[in-house]
């Protein structure tokens, strides 16, 4: 069993910024690629970003390119979402998860491929 819990969302202003965290708990955190998904209002969820389990390949959604960046700190057994530039469009619950993998440097991009998933968390963005 692997525990996910998310902090740091909140409200915010267009163009502002939020440093969503995901501290893990129970097995081992790097055996897991992890991701963070997205649920927006009458919306299905999304796939966000994920960040392989040694860290060293990430991959993100069209949408949040060259505004988000997803990091892990193995030692804390947490996993980052920054969040720059802020649109109306990224309000959502944003859930992390933990998807296990064989490879470290594998990558996954589908809900069915993850195993555990924490609580979710709010972000608002005002316009």
């Known amino acids: 069993q692997v525990q996910l819990v998310e902090s740091g969302g909140g409200l915010v202003q267009a163009g502002g910024s939020l440093r969503l965290s995901c501290a893990a708990s129970?097995?081992?955190?790097?055996?897991?690629?992890m991701g963070w998904f997205r649920r927006a209002p009458g919306k299905e969820r999304e796939f966000v970003a994920v960040?392989?389990?040694?860290?060293?390949?990430?991959y993100y959604t069209d949408a949040v390119k060259g505004r988000f960046t997803i990091s892990r700190d193995n030692a804390k057994n947490t996993v980052y979402l920054q969040m720059n530039n802020l649109k109306p469009e990224d309000a959502a619950v944003y859930f992390c998860?933990?998807?296990?993998?064989?490879?470290?440097?594998?990558?996954?991009?589908?809900?069915?491929?993850?195993?555990?998933w924490g609580q979710g968390t709010q972000v608002t963005v005002s316009s």
């Open positions: 960040i392989s389990r040694n860290g060293y390949n990430t």
């Open positions: 129970g097995r081992s955190f790097t055996n897991y690629a």
């Open positions: 998860a933990a998807g296990a993998s064989i490879s470290v440097l594998s990558i996954l991009t589908k809900a069915s491929q993850y195993n555990y």
